[in-house]
């Protein structure tokens, strides 16, 4: 058949994001920041995005032919991104466990929400806040909960020395600062 007579499906979406994906827990923690973060991002695409562009597509509707007006195809595509991207929100927040990291200020333990200095190798510092698989930005040396490291970090303490396994095989790190804020602020 020719490729000419077939229809293409305006739900069909070509640029789909791969989001991340929990655990079999299905637990979504989060610190107090993050929730709110996520919750304002969701109140505002409820409240503001999604009303502002169905008045876009009311008025290009409104226009005449559809199949040729750019702004009402638009705006359909992006009331779709808008909806999605709600649906998400609503679901991640729906299993979120939110966690105040404060509560454990002064232990040396290693729990979420701990920021955590650790020596690799013997030879490279480096420092990472555990955090929400949500709002974990690696630029900023933050690291999912999920993630090997922080799984590797979880539960020891200031002072033991553990095996991460990196593709590369497994390195030696050794726990030497647990921090955690004194009062997580949102």
Excluded at 31 to 60: F, N, Q, S
Excluded at 77 to 104: G, M, P, Q
Excluded at 149 to 160: F, V
Aim: proline fraction near 4%.
């Amino acid at each position: 058949m020719n490729k000419a007579f077939t229809r293409e499906q305006d739900d069909v979406e070509e640029d789909e994001v791969e989001l991340p994906t929990l655990p079999v827990s299905g637990k979504n923690y989060m610190t107090p920041a993050g929730y709110a973060l996520m919750r304002g991002e969701l109140l505002d695409l409820i409240d503001v995005e999604r009303p502002k562009m169905v008045d876009v597509v009311h008025w290009a509707a409104s226009n005449g032919d559809r199949s040729e007006n750019g702004d009402y195809l638009y705006g359909k595509k992006r009331l779709r991104e808008i909806d999605r991207r709600i649906r998400f929100l609503t679901k991640r927040i729906e299993i979120a466990a939110v966690i105040d990291a404060s509560v454990h200020h002064g232990n040396e333990q290693i729990f979420f929400g701990a920021t955590v200095t650790y020596l690799e190798d013997g030879r490279t510092e480096r420092t990472v806040t555990i955090l929400g698989i949500d709002e974990a930005v690696s630029a900023r040396g933050e690291v999912s909960w999920v993630s090997p490291i922080a799984r590797t970090l979880l539960k020891a303490r200031q002072g033991d020395v553990l095996k991460l396994l990196t593709p590369n095989g497994a390195s030696e790190i050794e726990v030497l600062e647990v921090r955690y804020p004194a009062n997580f602020s949102c």
